[in-house]
């Protein structure tokens, strides 16, 4: 088999009400899908991350003009080594950012397109499911106004709460005072109702901040502390670990086997999140799992993008052992945003669905799902 053709789409969509996260106003939604083509008219899907603020051209510039030169003609099934051949090839102006994120969106397309040339899922490929449905938690309480929405972000999680939501993030990052009111409002709000919380301030402060944030935390018995600091500051991760109860966690602006190597051998984090269209797909996913494996270091994947990265996601978690075996060990947990998003609901034909509380895992070949061409049209700008 070999690969002739490289199809890169980025698609857009402006939001009908802007939010903020702790970084600035999300205006649109935007993504780049690759879409990989062989002799044998086998199609593989892939996508790289492209957070709120990120241009998702530069991702799709990578590929058009760094990788795809590297990949056509070649063997789509050696997948391990079109990774090493793309890392090493733009390592001196890559490792991190937009570039890695280009190398995600292929290896996923090239993983989909090996587990539909076999006719067995990813997580087949991978070595097999741990699980066959994951606990989503909602991703959610963003900011319309920015500050004093307390009483709005409560009302939020009464409905995740009825929604069958048992796990939810709460956004922080806009002022340690305001953050205080929302996390003690929301935590009084869903007192007694069997509902764990985490947050997330998105690396809004510096380590003093940080630190009089997580005070409060602690009392507040939360699953984690997503992002507390800048992701450079290694050693801001290492004092708050030491310092506070409540678990760290970080990865989602980490890049790569070497670039997660500093975080896990510092045992700067309790929880590590990799981002499936930002560290380097599915090959890096798995070196890295390895890595925070010989750690002792949980895993629990961070989960942004569309319909593609999602289904990606979900094979990793099916494949993901657990950090620290028991009979009632923690599994890893499914980020699950709740906001607005047409690249979701509307690009695949069987979007991830809820069923009892749960997200089933697909098991059809590849990623197990069947991207819309009408809806790639439909927003696709370049
Ligand atoms: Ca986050």
């Not at 798995?286 to 270091?297: D, E, K």
Request: one cysteine or more; aromatic letters at 8%.
């Amino acid at each position: 088999m070999k690969i002739t053709g490289i199809r890169i789409h980025v698609l857009k969509s402006a939001l009908a009400k802007p939010f903020a996260f702790s970084q600035g106003w999300v205006r649109q939604r935007s993504a780049t899908l690759v879409e990989i083509v062989t002799d044998e008219g086998l199609v593989g899907w892939g996508e790289a991350f492209a957070q709120g603020l990120e241009p998702p051209e530069i991702a799709a510039t990578v590929i058009d003009k760094a990788l795809r030169p590297l990949l056509e003609g070649a063997n789509p099934l050696d997948v391990e080594v079109l990774w090493h051949r793309m890392y090493h090839a733009t390592r001196d102006y890559g490792r991190k950012g937009s570039v890695m994120s280009a190398i995600s969106a292929v290896d996923i397309a090239l993983w989909d397109l090996a587990g539909k040339h076999y006719g067995v899922p990813i997580h087949q490929l991978l070595g097999g499911a741990f699980r066959r449905r994951v606990q989503p938690y909602a991703t959610g309480f963003y900011r319309i106004e920015g500050r004093g929405e307390a009483q709005r972000l409560c009302a939020e999680a009464l409905q995740h709460s009825d929604n069958g939501f048992r796990l939810m993030k709460v956004k922080l990052g806009f002022g340690v005072d305001d953050d205080i009111e929302v996390i003690r409002s929301v935590a009084e709000t869903v007192r007694g109702k069997d509902v764990t919380l985490m947050v997330d301030t998105n690396h809004a402060y510096g380590r003093a901040e940080a630190l009089r944030l997580g005070y409060v935390l602690d009392e507040c018995d939360l699953r984690w502390y997503e992002e507390p600091v800048a992701p450079e500051d290694v050693d801001g991760y290492c004092e708050l670990r030491a310092r506070l109860r409540t678990p760290i966690a970080g990865g989602e602006n980490e890049h790569g086997l070497f670039g997660f190597r500093e975080l896990l051998s510092r045992h700067a984090v309790d929880v590590v999140q990799p981002d499936i269209g930002s560290c380097g797909g599915l090959t890096a996913a798995r070196h890295i799992t390895a890595l925070a494996q010989a750690h002792g270091i949980e895993v629990n994947p961070h989960v942004w993008g569309s319909a593609v990265a999602q289904a990606a996601s979900l094979q990793w978690i099916a494949a993901l052992p657990v950090a620290n075996h028991s009979l009632f060990a923690r599994e890893p947990v499914l980020e699950y945003d709740c906001s607005s998003h047409p690249f979701r609901h509307e690009l695949i034909e069987d979007p991830v669905r809820l069923v009892d509380g749960w997200v089933p895992i697909p098991d059809g070949s590849g990623l197990g799902i069947t991207v819309r061409a009408d809806t790639v049209e439909r927003f696709r700008v370049g």
